[in-house]
């Protein structure tokens, strides 16, 4: 008997089948690594950042505008060497380059992926925050 399955025909379990590397058993881990302005997104409240999302999607920037003032009112970021201030800032500029490039569907674009990418770290974060009582 072939060991190895022809062309149509499926394996049967427990066999190798042609082309398939064998387990190694290797971790990898992938570490993803951000830029200034995308650490500078700050962790917040899902609802906080749905409304964030809502804001940048129909206009570009307000969003990000509206999401700097919570790093003022103590949101986290992936930035936690830099001031708060710094932070601010960084998250004002990124409003202002949505702002002027959505003339040309850049800056649109690029915003609605911030809002986005606000809710997904705000699910982040409210699942590995503990519930207040």
């Not at 040309?104 to 809002?115: A, L, N, Q």
């Amino acid at each position: 008997m072939d060991p190895f399955p022809k062309d149509g025909e499926s394996a049967a379990p427990g066999e190798p089948i042609r082309g398939a590397a064998p387990s190694s058993g290797v971790v990898v881990q992938v570490r993803e690594k951000k830029g200034p302005l995308r650490a500078a997104i700050p962790y917040m409240p899902f609802p906080v950042a749905v409304i964030c999302l809502f804001l940048n999607t129909f206009v570009p920037g307000l969003g990000t505008f509206v999401s700097a003032f919570t790093v003022l009112c103590g949101a986290r970021t992936d930035l936690p060497d830099r001031h708060m201030c710094c932070v601010f800032w960084l998250n004002i500029a990124a409003a202002l380059i949505q702002i002027l490039t959505a003339i040309v569907m850049v800056g649109w674009i690029m915003s609605i992926f911030w809002g986005m990418d606000m809710v997904i770290l705000a699910s982040k974060y409210s699942a590995l925050t503990p519930p207040r009582l």
